[in-house]
């Protein structure tokens, strides 16, 4: 395989790449706790998005337990954006999991 055959390659796979991280970023994904009470969404790349809080969640004597929900749910999203996004990743890769890529949602 000649140089210019493995250029063309990257080129073409890194354009693959640009598109799935475009793809990723129009993609939400909800993350919960508390039974649905606490809704935190986030998009292919990790950003969040929306954060929606029962009212009944919204006790001034229960700040810490409302805090930990939040975290919770917003955690749940993220781990689901992850694995979206690994999902997405291994349609390019063919499911081999080469370094460097296995972690493509955004910082």
Known sequence: MDM???MQQAKVMQEKMAKIQEDLAKKSITGSAG????L???????????VAVEKTVVDP???EMLQDLIVAATNDALRKAKELSKQELAQLTGGLNLPGLSNFMQS
């Open 35 to 38: 039974g649905g009470m606490v």
């Open 4 to 6: 210019n055959t493995i």
């Open 61 to 63: 004597q229960e700040v």
């Open 40 to 50: 935190v969404t986030v998009n292919g790349q990790g950003d969040v998005l929306s």
